[in-house]
């Protein structure tokens, strides 16, 4: 059996306007690596999006946003002709999905895009691939937008003690605070919402250019929350931070409110996903979950949906 030893020091005193930036030296415990993929347990979750149409993405299981709301531009409509399924350019075997966003301007018509799985994933280890950009495919680039794949539990209230989430957001042209492509990592214990805005959380940015492909885990398990970026850790958060309700699994491509170009032109942002997977209960590496993609894979199995709903079934707003 392999060991792996990962460690992480982080020693920063940065306040933004997502929360309060982890300032304590952290050294992730030790973790196992056995040489070959673990078998998978009951509950899981692995989509490829190997599929022709919207029709089959929404059979199993996947919410395509169009209630309005929070976040991004306020009036902004969230559309489902914002998601496609398209071959990938790199691979032409492989399909992927493709959420794109578009703005004429802050005063003209925004489309935001969001989709959701449904609300039933606690502890245990979430995953995806996914790829960044920095540029519009069309029109001028300067947008401040959040491209993401984040968990979250509804807000029942402001304040909510119960409210979970957890994020990774690429902001290719700054935001928040801070100029420049940067990737946040970020862990939610509450908010209040506008107008009496506050927040309580921690997070790690990462600063500079992430546009291209990138594997993001994110470990739940012992009251740690540990974040990977490409295999390598990230930042650790836990305390009160840690998750305490059952959360949804989402991506979103969105504006920045008052961070938008002052251009009529249209511009559209692209944020596309290979595959997204989740296995409750247990703490899989980046390693581990690199393998067990590639052996459904192998078995050409492109969609597993193993986590049982809770009993009475949970409400899956895709709304935020």
Same mark, same amino acid.
């Given at each position: ?59 199993? =299981?996947?919410? #395509? ?8 531009? &306020?009036?902004?409509? +969230?559309?489902? *002709?914002? %998601? ?95 100029? =420049?492509?940067? #990737? ?8 209040? &919402?506008?107008?009496? +805005?506050?927040? *309580?959380? %921690? ?108 009993? &009475? ?8």
């Amino acid at each position: 059996m392999l060991f792996v030893i990962a460690f992480l020091i982080i020693s920063v005193s940065v306040s933004a306007i997502t929360g309060t930036q982890t300032n304590s030296a952290i050294l992730l415990k030790p973790f196992a690596t056995p040489a070959t993929s673990p078998v998978l347990r009951t509950q899981v979750l692995f989509d490829d999006f190997s599929y022709i149409n919207k029709r089959q993405l929404k059979r199993h =299981g996947w919410i #395509l946003r169009t209630k309005p709301g929070w976040p991004g531009i &306020p009036g902004a409509t +969230w559309s489902e *002709d914002g %998601v496609t399924i398209v071959k990938d350019p790199g691979q032409p075997t492989n399909r992927i999905l493709r959420m794109t966003s578009s703005t004429e301007g802050p005063d003209a018509i925004t489309r935001q895009t969001q989709i959701c799985h449904e609300r039933k994933y606690f502890e245990g280890t979430y995953a995806a691939r996914v790829r960044f950009s920095d540029t519009p495919v069309n029109g001028p680039a300067g947008d401040q937008i959040v491209e993401s794949f984040y968990t979250i539990a509804p807000l029942k209230a402001p304040m909510d003690p119960e409210y979970s989430e957890l994020d990774y957001e690429y902001l290719p042209n700054g935001g928040w605070g801070i100029s =420049g492509p940067t #990737l946040y990592a970020t862990t939610w214990y509450t908010f209040s &919402p506008e107008p009496n +805005w506050k927040k *309580d959380n %921690v997070f790690q940015t990462m600063p500079g250019t992430q546009a291209g492909w990138h594997s993001l885990v994110t470990q739940v398990m012992d009251g740690k929350v540990r974040y990977f970026v490409d295999g390598k850790p990230f930042v650790e958060h836990g305390d009160k931070y840690y998750p305490r309700d059952i959360m949804s699994i989402n991506f979103n491509l969105w504006f920045i409110r008052d961070g938008m170009m002052k251009s009529s032109e249209e511009r559209q942002y692209q944020e596309d996903i290979d595959w997204v997977f989740f296995q409750a209960n247990t703490a899989l590496t980046p390693e581990q979950i690199e393998s067990t993609i590639a052996a459904l894979r192998r078995k050409r199995i492109s969609f597993r949906d193993t986590v049982p709903r809770r009993v &009475p079934a949970l409400e899956s707003p895709c709304n935020f």
